[in-house]
Nanobody, 119 residues
């Protein structure tokens, strides 16, 4: 089992910046990827950014060049630096972790943190 706790959401004006943090606890040794998804009202949850245990990253086209995902030194923390925020970035952002044990993969989710971009 993995527990994820997010922090850092809030209200920001268009063009502003925010930094989200997510700390994992529990069976962190089996995590092979962490990342962020978001869900806006009336829309499906979508991938924002992902980072693997090897350091590889993947971004949604809509945030590429504006958002940066990184890991803490202890590797059980993931950050999302968001710059040049737009109103369409408004959503609940969920931390995600994937564990792999043998051939079994499991997804874990945080409780979500609201990001609102508005003037």
């Amino acid at each position: 089992q993995v527990q994820l706790v997010e922090s850092g959401g809030g209200l920001v004006q268009p063009g502003g910046s925010l930094r989200l943090s997510c700390a994992a606890s529990g069976s962190i040794f089996s995590i092979n990827a962490m990342g962020w998804y978001r869900q806006a009202p009336g829309k499906q949850r979508e991938l924002v950014a992902l980072i693997t245990s090897g350091g590889g990253t993947n971004y949604a086209d809509s945030v590429n060049g504006r958002f940066t995902i990184s890991r803490g030194n202890a590797k059980n923390t993931v950050y999302l630096e968001m710059k040049s925020l737009r109103p369409e970035d408004t959503a609940v952002y969920y931390c995600y972790a994937r564990t792999v044990v043998g051939i079994s993969a499991t997804a874990y989710w945080g409780q979500g943190t609201q990001v609102t971009v508005s003037s």
